[in-house]
Structure formats: C-alpha cells, structure tokens
C-alpha cells in the first residue's frame, strides 16, 4: 500500500488539494519519512507544494512524534510566504503537544494563533489543553478552560477529557 504513494508520484499533487489526505494516510500508515521525502521531492519535480500539502507533512510529523520536524515545517510553510490555516497551527500544536516535554512551544503556538488573527477552535483549544496535560499544568489548563468560555466555543469530548486528565494528574502529585 505505502508503494502506491511513492515520492515520484506526483500527477496533480499540487493542483488538487484533497490529495493532502494521502499525506495524512502515510502517517497513519506511521510513514511520516515518506511523506517529507514526498512533499520534499516536489520541488525537484517543479510542483509547488501548498499549505494544504504542509499541514498534512506536519499532520504526518504529529502522528511520528515529529514535534522538532514539524515546527520546521511551519517555518518554511511561513518562510515561503504561504499563510498558515488553523489546521496547519493545529496540527503543530498537537506534535508539540505529543512530544511530552514540548507542551510550553504547544502553548505558544496556541497563543500565536491569536496574534496571528487565526479563529481559533475547539479542536485548538483541545491541542492545547492536551500539552499542558503531558506537561502537568492543570491551573493553566484551568485558565484555557475559561478563556475557551469567554471566546463562547463550546467544550467538547476531547476538550473535557484534556483537562479532567490534567487536574487528575495534578490531584495525585498533591497526594504523594
């Protein structure tokens, strides 16, 4: 199956952005290498990549555990002159965020986003709160919590759990 996405196979890649979802199908073939050696070989194939292309390869590097790869691949998304999309800063949350130790460049990220006049959504919000629970900060996830309400969004499953698991982390620090 990995075969059939190989990096020499472009056809309409970059003019076709539903096309990005095969990205995301090698990351969850946990194939995160072939989806940077594909939208790196664009390039050399005269094929401009584009942001849907970008958020799928830093999708990919959130699925890889790829934190490090993917705030590079937001750089050069920026660099480039593209415009990153919620989805795009999303997606580099939730690699920060899966990165454990990398939850404070999650909530910057997160907080960017705002000074960057991007709408920020649930899912963001969830991304966000998920960091601060790897990195053990429940009064900061109490904090986005209410923000999230102040901004009138809706909590959702993910949101919820984010920051239950976050206070039940913090509850069991206070009992040892």
């Known amino acids: 199956m990995v075969a059939a996405f190989a990096p020499t196979d472009h056809g309409r890649w970059g003019s076709d952005p539903r096309l990005a979802t095969r990205l ?3 990351a ?8 940077l050696a594909t939208l790196r070989s664009m390039g050399s194939q005269k094929l401009e990549a584009n942001v849907f292309l970008c958020s799928a390869a830093i999708t990919a590097c959130e699925k890889g555990s790829q934190w490090f790869t993917a705030l590079g691949l937001l750089q050069e998304v920026r660099q480039s002159g593209m415009e990153p999309t919620v989805i795009t800063c999303n997606a580099a949350v939730r690699a920060c965020a899966a990165g454990g130790s990398s939850w404070l460049l999650a909530v910057e990220l997160f907080a960017e986003m705002s000074r960057a006049a991007l709408e920020r959504s649930s899912v963001s919000y969830a991304a966000a709160l998920g ?14 919590l209410r923000s999230m309400a102040a901004a009138a969004l809706q909590g959702n499953a993910f949101t919820c759990s984010a920051a239950i698991n976050t206070c039940a982390l913090a509850a069991w620090h206070v009992v040892l």
């Open 24 to 26: 995301v199908e090698l």
């Open 28 to 35: 969850k073939l946990s194939q995160w290498q072939l989806s």
């Open 131 to 144: 960091s601060m629970s790897r990195g053990g900060q429940w009064q900061a996830a109490l904090g986005l």
